[in-house]
């Protein structure tokens, strides 16, 4: 199959499994093209068969703000008609979506063009911010009912864009994945020695997100004040976003300065997951959870919240442990639990690992969007 995926570049969940479906696609024989405004987060090394195309969106001053959502149709127009697409799989309603319509309504109005069929996939935010925001949600719901299939990561996000939305089109989930031959354990020494000095420190708790209000950053650093006072332990903080300011001032405010460390974002993550004793992900909420699986993948126990897909991918007290978003206490608690028992913190890390390899890796869940594909295109 010849595919156009559509995604966004920036760290994100939806961008993040966007380009590692397209990575799996081409290795499985497929041509797959990539179409964003910048070269995908996660894109890596050179693959035959893989092509990045970059959307341009040129600023004129009868325009108040670039118009993306017409230059990344313009753009799927002139790709779909030099290289005739099988399928447009669009990331994320809107614009993606919007703007494969919109390209299908152009291919469509001209005789003998070839029409690519368009996939779309929910990822969260889509749906839980922009789809119940009435400055959207007609548009979100047009999009995915003219789309030709559509999937969401999860039986929570799907029952979400039911309630949220007069959606017709059914929607099939499947899920986020990890390719668990990358995301595997293997701890780098001297790395564990760098962010968590022997001596000085025990347990190395690690979080990654965009850290944007709905992460709630901040509450993870007050789970962590709650753990450092009884376990010699560092935080480290992955990723970037808006609230990594406020999450500063809180750790200095708290006098944790010297227990916590802010990394920015990182590409490579697994040799950071590979250090790690425990994984934090006190979200408010969460489509799915894509963070707390490659945290599972590379054998860390992952305490986070009862919301949204997360239970889906955690068991609780089989693999991890969900808790109530505002019960801080509770979370740390059990935190102290898992690090203080290291026959409990390996049956943890086991499940996590056999969870992930039984249900949520690449060799699972690429060849459900293979058989979606070809159903669609039937």
Same mark, same amino acid.
């Given at each position: 199959?010849?595919?156009?995926?559509?995604?966004?570049?920036?760290?994100?969940? =939806?961008? $993040? @499994?966007?380009?590692?479906?397209?990575?799996?696609?081409?290795?499985?024989?497929?041509? @797959?093209?990539?179409?964003?405004?910048?070269?995908?987060?996660?894109?890596?090394?050179?693959?035959?068969?893989?092509?990045?195309?970059? *959307?341009?969106?040129? %600023?004129?001053p009868l325009?108040?703000?670039?118009?993306?959502?017409l230059s990344l149709s313009n753009a799927i127009v002139q790709l779909s008609r030099e290289l005739t697409f099988d399928l447009v799989?669009?990331?994320?309603? $809107?614009?993606?979506?919007?703007?494969?319509?919109?390209?299908?309504?152009?291919? =469509?109005s001209t005789s003998g063009a070839h029409v690519p069929k368009i996939i779309t996939t929910l990822h969260g935010t889509d749906i839980? #911010? #922009?789809?119940?925001?009435?400055?959207? =949600?007609?548009?979100? %719901?047009? =999009?995915?009912?003219?789309s030709d299939g559509v999937t969401a990561v999860s039986e929570?996000?799907? +029952?979400?864009?039911? +309630? %949220?939305?007069?959606?017709?089109?059914?929607?099939?989930? $499947?899920?986020?994945?990890?390719?668990?031959?990358r995301y595997r354990r293997v701890p780098p020494a001297e790395l564990r020695r760098q962010i968590c000095p022997s001596g000085r420190y025990e347990k190395l708790i690690v979080h990654t997100s965009n850290f944007r209000p709905v992460k709630r950053a901040e509450a993870v650093v007050e789970i962590f004040k709650r753990i450092r006072t009884k376990v010699r332990a560092r935080l480290v903080l992955?990723?970037?976003?808006?609230?990594?300011?406020?999450?500063?001032?809180?750790?200095?405010?708290?006098k944790l300065g010297q227990d916590v460390v802010a990394l920015g974002e990182q590409d490579q993550v697994v040799p950071l997951l590979s250090v790690a004793d425990l994984f934090l992900l006190p979200s408010q909420q969460e489509s799915f959870g894509l963070a707390a699986l490659e945290a599972m993948?590379?054998?860390?126990?992952?305490i986070a919240s009862r919301v949204g897909g997360l239970p889906e991918v955690i068991d609780d007290g089989v693999d991890g442990y969900l808790k109530d978003p505002e019960d801080l206490q509770g979370m740390a608690e059990q935190a102290l639990t898992v690090l203080g028992d290291v026959k409990l913190h390996e049956r943890l890390a086991a %499940?996590? +690992? +056999?969870?992930?390899?039984?249900?949520?890796?690449?060799?699972?869940? *690429?060849?459900?969007?293979?058989?979606?594909?070809?159903? @669609?295109? @039937?």
């Open positions: 199959m010849k595919i156009a995926i559509v995604c966004y570049a920036s760290v994100g969940g =939806s961008g $993040i @499994v966007a380009t590692e479906l397209a990575k799996c696609l081409v290795d499985r024989g497929h041509e @797959v093209h990539l179409i964003s405004t910048d070269p995908p987060f996660r894109l890596g090394e050179f693959r035959t068969g893989l092509v990045f195309h970059r *959307v341009e969106t040129p %600023a004129y325009f108040r703000e670039p118009q993306y959502l799989h669009a990331h994320y309603a $809107i614009p993606h979506a919007t703007a494969a319509y919109l390209a299908r309504q152009i291919l =469509s839980t #911010l #922009l789809g119940s925001d009435r400055s959207y =949600s007609e548009t979100v %719901a047009f =999009s995915i009912d003219r929570s996000l799907k +029952r979400d864009t039911y +309630r %949220a939305l007069d959606v017709q089109r059914e929607i099939r989930v $499947i899920p986020n994945f990890v390719d668990t031959n992955v990723g970037d976003g808006p609230d990594l300011a406020k999450v500063s001032r809180l750790v200095q405010d708290l993948a590379c054998g860390v126990p992952v %499940a996590a +690992r +056999r969870k992930v390899e039984e249900k949520f890796g690449a060799d699972r869940v *690429v060849p459900q969007y293979e058989a979606f594909y070809r159903e @669609v295109l @039937v």
